[in-house]
């Protein structure tokens, strides 16, 4: 099959003909028919994640049509239109058995534990506890975008955030994650604040529903900012992006007892930032992190949509072959584009 590989870390990957998989006895194998480029995959491209073993095919954004099914999968069979969340479990641990398989002991995750979606097919572990059956009105570019920006963006709004009408929720960075919890944030009935360095994407936040847009060029002190609009300070602050500053300014302007919610990845000189725990303590903060969804929660999802209440395909911002997924992931960190770009051409 046709994948992009990467034989070393930050070295251009390159478009290569590659056996095809096979799936073991719990698993299938899916044609990729859309896959979501992501800052996720830029960052196990720089080897910022210890999971990877070079050669090594990204993706991990996705959907497709299972071409062929293990001897143990009971719930699957070829045929079915399918997506998957990022992290996968693997239905047997102390997490899974709980219900979050979201951080399962033994995780499963495609482009990042095992080869991805860059490809036209991928093998996906655990299949019967993992795989998600898509809408049959659902288009695959739109159930790709779901895949970890989206669906990760649901469950730091929803679950871990609590976010309910009526409450101040500031959404630090505006790329995918940022953009996603933006609108579930809104159909909720939350007046959102988006925060960014950029006009453009304040403006596409907007459209999507943010009430208010802090440019943090524009200001001092970000926190201070954010506390005026928001009359007191955030109920509810989400740093989308994983940088240092951003996460200390989240907290820094959360209003008493509010609740920071880390969903952007804190790698390298950000995994360990500064915190302001007198205030935490003293307003009595809360801080938690967020790290994909389970497979059982897209019903509400999926029934959100079918409400219309989320439009995530208003997030998808242009569409691009293997060959051209490249040059998109190796110029993420210039954080230039707006919304989501997926890979359709394969």
Not at 15 to 38: F, H, N, Y
Not at 237 to 248: H, K, L, M, P, T
Not at 260 to 276: E, I, R
């Amino acid at each position: 099959m046709k994948a992009v590989v990467y034989r070393a870390f930050a070295e251009r990957p390159a478009i290569e003909q590659v056996t095809d998989p096979r799936p073991r006895s719990d698993a299938v194998v899916l044609k990729v028919m859309a896959s979501g480029i992501c800052l996720s995959d830029w960052h196990g491209w720089q080897g910022n994640d210890a999971d990877i073993e070079l050669p090594h095919v990204p993706g991990h954004e996705l959907a497709g049509v299972i071409e062929a099914v293990g001897d143990e999968v009971r719930n699957w069979q070829i045929g079915d239109r399918v997506t998957v969340p990022f992290v996968g479990g693997c239905g047997a641990c102390p997490e899974c058995d709980s219900g979050n398989q979201q951080v399962c002991d033994n995780q499963f995750q495609p482009g990042f534990t095992h080869w991805g979606s860059f490809a036209e097919h991928v093998a996906i572990h655990y299949a019967d506890v993992n795989l998600v059956r898509l809408p049959q009105e659902m288009e695959f570019q739109t159930a790709a975008s779901l895949g970890c920006r989206f669906a990760t963006s649901f469950r730091a709004i929803v679950d871990q955030g609590r976010v309910s009408s009526d409450e101040w929720v500031t959404i630090h960075g505006c790329g995918g994650v940022g953009l996603s919890a933006i609108m579930i944030a809104s159909a909720l009935g939350a007046k959102v604040l988006a925060v960014d360095i950029s006009d453009e994407k304040l403006n596409l936040a907007r459209q999507l529903g943010a009430l208010a847009s802090l440019n943090t060029n524009s200001t001092d002190n970000v926190a201070d900012a954010i506390r005026h609009v928001t009359d007191g300070g955030a109920h509810v602050s989400v740093d989308a992006i994983g940088n240092a500053d951003v996460c200390f300014n989240s907290i820094d302007s959360l209003r008493k007892r509010g609740r920071h919610v880390q969903v952007g990845l804190m790698v390298g000189s950000s995994s360990k930032p500064t915190v302001p725990m007198d205030k935490v303590l003293a307003n009595e903060l809360e801080i938690v992190g967020s790290h994909g969804v389970q497979a059982h929660r897209y019903a509400e999802i999926f029934e959100m949509i079918a409400a219309g209440k989320l439009s995530p395909e208003k997030l998808i911002g242009r569409t691009v072959s293997l060959e051209e997924s490249i040059d998109v992931l190796t110029s993420m960190s210039d954080f230039n584009t707006n919304g989501v770009t997926i890979i359709t051409e394969f």
